[in-house]
């Protein structure tokens, strides 16, 4: 630090290039750190374990609401189903697991369960797709989630089919996503 | 500018402005730096959902497992088939009940998979932490807000 006399005033030099240096250091740091990522939520789902072949009957247990999700070999959505009903859309589905919702149990959904039966192929997208359309949906206000169903399940894992494109005959119109 | 003498130049430039800055930059990356996104691999596209909005309370001895969309499973850092996964997640569940002294089946596996990975290698990978005793999954999306 250097001091220097002008008249009688005392001039005071900092020496700021270290502050400087070290301020820069740490921006470099924290862009090369900097990963942006958008926000993440989950859904639960309730997967109980296997139950024995032998020993004490199961509970019974209330029947779930079956959802069939088929897909055409290369993954995509081919076919929306709730129990024998085929479902044009997920907005559909919606429509109708809201109605489901509302007779057995209220608008809460408590107690209802429901079953998620899809093709091994798949595309994992279309299971949110799903779980979009049956847990719940946001409320007028945007920021309200309003719960209809939070008991979901996976039926047993069906087993990855070896079919060729040709095997396959796609219904005339795809469910929309 | 006046140069007084040429033999002794003083120049002086205001570096307030430039401090100002610089703070304000450091301040912005710090807010930003997110130290919970050690888990979140860029390798992954999650898919969307309105519902999928982030949950004020932390999960309860959360264990990630990321699925890639060529359905190979990444956990602790290791890329792996999800049969190979097998034995990584018992390392998980011992160290679990042996250093924690916790319950596996308060455990919760978190599952990041990538939008485009057939459904059944989840089932698979849900399938197989089942086996390994842990009972509670939530399937991770990415918010998307309306």
């Not at chain 1, 069939?68 to 024998?84: C, E, F, H, V």
């Not at chain 1, 009903?85 to 408590?110: C, K, T, Y």
């Not at chain 2, 034995?87 to 990041?112: F, M, Q």
């Amino acid at each position: 630090m250097k001091v220097n006399t002008y008249g009688g005033f005392q001039r005071l030099f900092f020496n700021m290039t270290p502050m400087i240096d070290v301020c820069f250091q740490l921006i470099i740091f924290f862009m090369l750190t900097l990963r942006l990522f958008s926000p993440e939520g989950d859904f639960g789902i309730t997967m109980p374990l296997a139950l024995p072949s032998s020993g004490n009957p199961p509970m019974i247990e209330p029947t779930p609401v079956k959802i069939r999700l088929t897909a055409y070999p290369d993954g995509k959505l081919s076919g929306i189903q709730l129990g024998q009903r085929s479902m044009n859309s997920f907005a559909h589905l919606h429509e109708q697991v809201r109605e489901v919702s509302n007779m057995q149990s209220g608008p809460a959904g408590a107690g209802t369960e429901v079953e998620l039966d899809c093709d091994y192929n798949l595309k994992f997208r279309y299971i949110v797709a799903a779980l979009n359309a049956v847990t719940g949906y946001v409320a007028n206000d945007k920021e309200t989630i309003v719960r209809l169903i939070d008991k979901i399940k996976f039926a047993p894992p069906r087993k990855p089919e070896n079919k060729t494109d040709g095997d396959t005959a796609p219904p005339a119109e795809p469910p929309a996503e | 500018m006046l140069w007084r003498n040429r033999s002794s130049v003083s120049a002086d430039p205001d570096l307030t402005p430039l401090i100002d800055c610089t703070f304000q930059l450091v301040v912005f990356f710090l807010l930003t730096l997110n130290f919970s996104s050690d888990e979140q691999s860029e390798l992954i596209r999650l898919p969307s959902s309105e519902l999928a909005k982030p949950s004020e309370g932390a999960l309860e001895m959360p264990v990630t497992v990321q699925i890639l969309a060529s359905g190979m499973v990444l956990f602790g850092g290791d890329t792996m088939t999800p049969e190979a996964f097998r034995g990584p997640l018992r390392r998980e569940r011992d160290s679990i009940r042996s250093v924690l002294g916790r319950d596996v089946k308060n455990a919760t596996i978190v599952i990041r998979a990538d939008q485009d990975v057939h459904t059944g290698v989840v089932q698979e990978v849900i399938r197989i932490c089942q086996e390994t005793d842990f009972e509670r999954f939530v399937l991770r999306a990415k918010w998307k807000r309306q």
